[in-house]
């Protein structure tokens, strides 16, 4: 009879253990496992895009390109990386008191970092993308005056930003904020130094 009621004590405990462990311990370690599948693996967004650029490295010769872009992210499973395809327009018309104009193309592939947060419907984000860029316009044109040769150059940008999830489906790109380097000839140091700023929308899929 005691070994029987011993046997009973110490199934009750264990099935006690195993109810307290999957209340408790269990479902929290699953979500934790599964907490980057949440996140759609893929994503389209398409965002307004600022660029603060300059002409010649001597003084500023600051001015601002306006345009957009389209960006593509491709997560797999579980993963906290995303590959990403960047391709974006901007242009301007008001450079200098001549008004030359300068059209900028650009297009990179690179990697994204998604870091999760609470509450979930934040999604921070850490990326980095290398490609080509092209430019075109009246001041390409008079490069020997004031401006940029025309043709390709380098492009790499390192940076980040902030989406705010809104349904299942569609995020709003609060902001991106980006370095942008790139190496047109200029006839001093052929590098640019450029400010990229996005915001716009997110389609998940």
């Known amino acids: 009879m005691r070994t029987t009621i011993h046997c009973r004590r110490i199934v009750c405990l264990g099935a006690l253990s195993i109810a307290l462990a999957a209340a408790g311990t269990t479902p929290l370690l699953h979500a934790q496992a599964a907490r980057p599948a949440s996140y759609p693996p893929a994503e389209i967004a398409v965002t307004f895009e600022h660029l603060n650029s300059n002409t ?3 003084g500023c010769g600051c001015f601002g390109l306006n345009g957009g872009s389209a960006t593509f992210a491709l997560r797999p499973r579980l993963s906290h990386l995303a590959g990403i395809f960047d391709f974006g327009v901007v242009h301007t018309g008001d450079i200098t008191a001549s008004n030359y104009t300068l059209t900028i193309v650009t297009f990179m592939v690179g990697a994204r970092y ?3 947060t609470q509450p979930r419907r934040l999604q921070p984000y850490l990326q980095a993308a290398i490609g080509g860029a092209h430019s075109a316009g009246t001041l ?6 004031a401006g940029v040769s025309p043709g390709a150059g380098f492009a ?10 809104i349904g299942r489906r ?3 790109r609060a902001i991106e904020a980006d370095y942008l380097a790139t190496t047109f000839s200029n006839g001093v140091n052929n590098h ?6 996005d915001a716009g929308v997110v389609l998940h899929f």
């Open 56 to 58: 010649l490295p001597a």
């Open 114 to 116: 998604l870091l999760y």
């Open 140 to 145: 390409v044109e008079g490069y020997g005056a």
């Open 156 to 165: 790499g940008s390192i940076g980040g930003g902030l989406d705010v999830r």
């Open 170 to 172: 569609f995020a709003i």
């Open 192 to 197: 640019q130094n450029n400010l990229r700023l």
